[in-house]
T-cell receptor, first 114, second 115 residues
Framework: QKEVEQNSGPLSVPEGAIASLNCTYS??????FFWYRQYSGKSPELIMS????GDKEDGRFTAQLNKASQYVSLLIRDSQPSDSATYLC??????????????FGTGTLLAVQP | DGGITQSPKYLFRKEGQNVTLSCEQNLNHDAMYWYRQDPGQGLRLIYY???????QKGDIAEGYSVSREKKESFPLTVTSAQKNPTAFYLC??????????????FGSGTQLSVL
């Protein structure tokens, strides 16, 4: 089982619709969860972080975390063509000794159709 | 402007050659990282450094080497021992090593290709 799993997509949604991106993780004690957006050929940029169960909203973005189900999601409301990108889920997991390490999923490609 | 600068943007390596990717940050961050990204895959950790003159292997360190002589700089050398070096390389930094809530700031990346 991969440590962080995402559907690679592409996920195609019409402009103005809600895009729902999902991520599952394997380490039950993980405490920190991040969503990065990456445009083709560019570096990832952080768009959301979430640390406790429930929803966290920031503008058109909502992150949802369910630690019991080991599941984190990202909702994008009123999707715009400029939202078309790959969305990477990242989870902070136990590494060797006392360290943690950030594990990335393979990313979901989102295509918003005008 | 504060940020992370990677150079060059594109790099070509001949067989048997070592090449070095540059990463400089002026964010005063303690921790720096190198990731590799292959098409359709997530980011994989190569090396990281929590403090000057110290660095640790990540998940795919074989065929790579790093140094951390200055807080601002964390160059990555892709050696001839790395048989499949073609990938997009990303340097990142954070104020401290990845504790439970640290966020990463990324450079713009270097695309390395084999001639």
């Amino acid at each position: 089982q991969k440590e962080v799993e995402q559907n690679s997509g592409p996920l195609s949604v019409p402009e103005g619709a809600i895009a729902s991106l999902n991520c599952t993780y394997s380490d039950r004690v993980s405490q920190s969860f991040f969503w990065y957006r990456q445009y083709s050929g560019k570096s990832p940029e952080l768009i959301m972080s979430i640390y406790s169960n429930g929803d966290k909203e920031d503008g058109r973005f909502t992150a949802q975390l369910n630690k019991a189900s080991q599941y984190v999601s990202l909702l994008i409301r009123d999707s715009q063509p400029s939202d078309s990108a790959t969305y990477l889920c990242a989870v902070n997991m136990r590494g060797g000794g006392a360290t943690n390490k950030l594990i990335f999923g393979t990313g979901t490609l989102l295509a918003v159709q005008p | 402007d504060g940020g992370i600068t990677q150079s060059p943007k594109y790099l070509f390596r001949k067989e048997g050659q070592n090449v070095t990717l540059s990463c400089e940050q002026n964010l005063n961050h303690d921790a720096m990282y190198w990731y590799r990204q292959d098409p359709g895959q997530g980011l994989r950790l190569i090396y990281y450094s929590q403090i000057v003159n110290d660095f640790q292997k990540g998940d795919i360190a074989e065929g790579y080497s790093v140094s951390r002589e200055k807080k601002e700089s964390f160059p990555l050398t892709v050696t001839s021992a790395q048989k499949n070096p073609t990938a997009f390389y990303l340097c990142a930094s954070s104020p401290q090593h990845q504790g439970t809530s640290e966020k990463l700031f990324f450079g713009s990346g270097t695309q390395l290709s084999v001639l």
